[in-house]
Each structure stands twice: as C-alpha cells, then as structure tokens.
C-alpha cells in the first residue's frame, strides 16, 4: 500500500489556518490603504497594516476553530479541520489566537494612539463572533460589521483620524459582507439545524435569502460607487464595480438552482475582492 504524501509544518500550519481565506479581505484592505494615502502609501505603514490584519485574520481563525471544536466534530463539511482530526490540540489553537491578537495590538500601537485603542475593540469583535450562532440569528449581520472594520481601520491607520466620506465605504462592506456569511450560511443549512445554532438562511428560509443577496450586492456596489466619487476616483473604477456587480449577479442566480452549492460562490467572492483593488488602483492612478 503506497503511504500518504508528507506535508511539511508549513504546509500543514497554512491548513490548519486555512490562509486561503485572507483572500476574501486583504485585497479589500490593500484597495482601501490605497485610497486612505490618495495615491502610493509609505512602506512603514503598509508594512504594519498588513501585519495587523493578517493577525486579526489568524486570531479569529484560530480562536473561532477553537470555540467550534465540538460543533465542527459534528459538522460534516468540517470534520477535517485540524483540530478535529487531533493535528493542532485546542491548547495551540488557543496559544496562536492570543499571539496573534498580541501581535496586533502591538502593530496597532506603533500605527498611532487611536488605532491603538481601537484594536481592542476589534479584537472584542473578532472573537466574539464565534459564538453568536449560539445565540443569534444576527450572526450574518455581525460578520458584515466585521468586514466593515476594514475600510475605517486602514484609513485611521494612515489618516490619523476618520474621514465622513468613508463611511459609504463602511456600510458598503457591512452589505457586502452581510451577503458574503448569508452565502456561508446557505451551505450549512442542514448541519445548523441539527446542531440547534441559528442563521438568518434558517430564520427567514432560503427563498427569502436569495432575494435578499443581489439586494445587499447591489446596495454594496452602490455605496461603494458613492465612497469613489466623493474620493473623487477615475472611471476606471466604476467599471470595477461594474465587472463586480456582474459577476455577483451571476453567482446569485446560480445560487437560486443550487442553494447549498455554495464553493463557487466562494470562490468568486475572493475573485472580485481582487477586481475592487484593481478598480482602486485605475481610480487613482488612471
């Protein structure tokens, strides 16, 4: 019998971490880095931007795979996480989740006195969101106010402050993000219910939430498109939202055949976080 590939610690930790998923945001956050400088950021800045947010990323990751074990022992899309199969014990899952919210909190200090203090708050945030299916069906909301951190965190992180207009760029991602966990949330109707957590998806039914997606997609686009034009950003831009918006409208309508095929869409959400930096970049530089 031929043994198993090896896989190196390297590996093994980017499966456990599931890194793959920093691809849903950090383009998010880089496009918005961007903006915040109106044109190319210092490299001491970027430098610790992204250090913040890929900590943040690792700690709620970490921490929430911790928090889950249980329900993801029970869950048949999850029972090869790494916890779950024995490959990371809770105690290192726990052990990561507080260094990486260390290691934020500390790039957040050198990034100035308000980000400081905020980065709390985002970790409040960050690690209470795995316990809200628990009690919730808001739980798809409060991932949506989690991407929305993005935008008024990297521009307090460069600014120093936060400017009114970016909040379009706010609400924009609260909508987006809200749509993105609906999504999430679609394809683990039947592992919810059996496991007694709680989603909007349950709550209102699946017909309902497919009519709601191209609505919080489209009043996403719209709020972004609104955040660019007060930034004052080339067309190049709007054809980004535009490209975005055909690609979302799509995907809504494929989920409409298929409700629980969920990975295609997830995949496409991580394509057009790629195609919003990409508009950021022709708003600005075009």
Known sequence: MTAPPRRSAGSELARYLEIQNLGLNLPFAIAFLFAAAHGLPSPWPVLLIVIAFVAARNAG????????????????????RALVTGRYSPRFALGFAALN???????????????????????????????????????????GFVEAITPGAVFIAVQGTLEPSVLWAVFGMLLWGTAFETIHSLGDLEADRALG??????????????????????????????????????????LALVAMGAVALATDLELRRAPSATRGAFRRHFLLSGVYLAGILAGLFL
Request: glycine letters at 8%; aromatic letters at 14%; zero cysteines.
């Open 61 to 80: 990751h970490s921490f929430n795979r911790w928090a889950d074990l249980e329900y993801d022992r029970a869950n048949p899309r999850t029972q090869d």
């Open 101 to 143: 919210g260390l290691l934020l909190v500390a790039a957040a200090y050198l990034l100035g006195p308000l980000a400081f203090a905020l980065s709390f708050v985002a970790l409040a945030i960050i690690f209470g969101y795995s316990y809200t299916k628990r009690y919730t069906v808001l739980t798809t909301p409060f991932l």
């Open 197 to 238: 957590l709680r989603s909007l998806p349950l709550r209102i039914g699946v017909p309902a939430s497919l009519d709601l997606l191209p609505v919080l997609h489209g009043t996403a686009l719209a709020l972004l498109a609104v955040f660019g034009w007060a930034l004052g950003l080339a067309p190049g831009y709007d």
